[in-house]
């Protein structure tokens, strides 16, 4: 898949393809060639992205971890208290990294307009696993702690057909299936790593008069309707006028997270929503002081 938006410089396009065929090509195991004794090359096994995955399945077995949304409800939370814990993050969750005195373990990445608009920073966040959708290897240098993943999509279409969604996936290794939101797949990144519980802090699934204003998609933020958007992250400087945003499918959100829930459930596992504030009730809600003692 070719992923990269109009508004993707046409400059930038050479190197774009070249990094994109470079993480497909280093996807899988491979035969490379390394110097050895008296420097002679020879033939040596080269891990792929997915083995890279695979050998992550059930390693933070029984760790409780926390997904942390982008929303403005952050602001309530002592984000401090999470310093030693394993964390989830996504998107432009990094600019609060300075603020918190700590990076999240994992950064994760989906949508194609948001890691356009951020990608001369994603390649100099340091610290986090850095976690992208193959198709998007093509915004942004990646480095040794970055992990490609497999996420079916078509260029301009949904990825699924209507009797097909939701689907949540086990083996992340193998593949990792949209929900509408980033949300869902650090879900499912979360439940291949074996963690249990898993607490949810940031989603405020509040999302104003946007999806009243405007169907599904994308829009441009302009004068007329950057009000709207101030208020629904963390930050008020988290877009911009002239970015591009995506209206949420609410509904389909929800039947994700609902399908996430009941996949975490029948393998003896939990998912609480701990937010702030939430307007999301498909998870068990709880206090998030109440989990530090």
């Known amino acids: 898949m070719l992923a990269w938006t109009p508004q993707f410089p046409n400059a930038a396009l050479p190197l774009a393809y070249w990094r994109l065929l470079k993480a497909r090509h280093g ?4 035969v490379g060639l390394k110097l050895g004794p008296w420097g002679l090359p020879h033939f040596t096994h080269r891990a792929g992205y997915q083995q890279r995955l695979a050998l992550m399945r059930n390693k933070q077995k ?20 999470l310093r030693r814990e394993l964390t989830l993050g996504c998107n432009g969750i990094y600019a609060a990294f300075p603020d918190w005195g700590f990076h999240t373990s994992y950064l994760v990445y989906e949508d194609i307009e948001q890691l356009e608009l951020r990608r001369h920073d994603v390649g100099k966040v340091k610290g986090p696993i850095k976690m992208a959708a193959l198709y998007n290897a093509y915004a942004f240098k990646a480095d040794r702690q970055t ?3 497999n996420a079916p999509r078509m260029r301009g279409q949904r990825y699924y057909w209507e009797d097909l969604y939701p689907q949540f996936s086990t083996d992340f290794a193998s593949i990792v299936h949209l929900g509408s939101t980033v949300t869902y797949i650090m879900l499912q990144l979360a439940y291949h790593l074996g963690c249990n519980p898993v607490y949810i802090v940031g989603l405020d699934h509040d999302y104003g008069e946007l999806p009243k204003r405007f169907p599904p998609g994308k829009i441009t933020i302009t004068e007329e309707n950057v009000e709207m ?6 930050s008020n400087t988290y877009y911009q006028v002239g970015d591009q945003i995506g209206v949420p499918d609410v509904a389909r959100q929800e039947a994700a997270y609902t399908l996430a829930r009941d996949a975490f459930v ?19 809600r709880c206090d998030f002081d109440g989990l530090f003692g």
């Open 27 to 30: 996807y899988f195991d491979r």
């Open 62 to 81: 029984d760790r409780r971890c926390f997904i942390i949304a982008n929303g403005p409800s952050l602001q309530q939370l002592d984000m401090t208290k």
């Open 147 to 149: 992990l490609f993943f």
């Open 229 to 234: 958007i101030r208020g629904l992250h963390f």
């Open 266 to 284: 029948a393998d003896g596992r939990q998912v609480f929503n701990a937010s702030a504030h939430t307007a999301l009730d498909v998870f068990e």
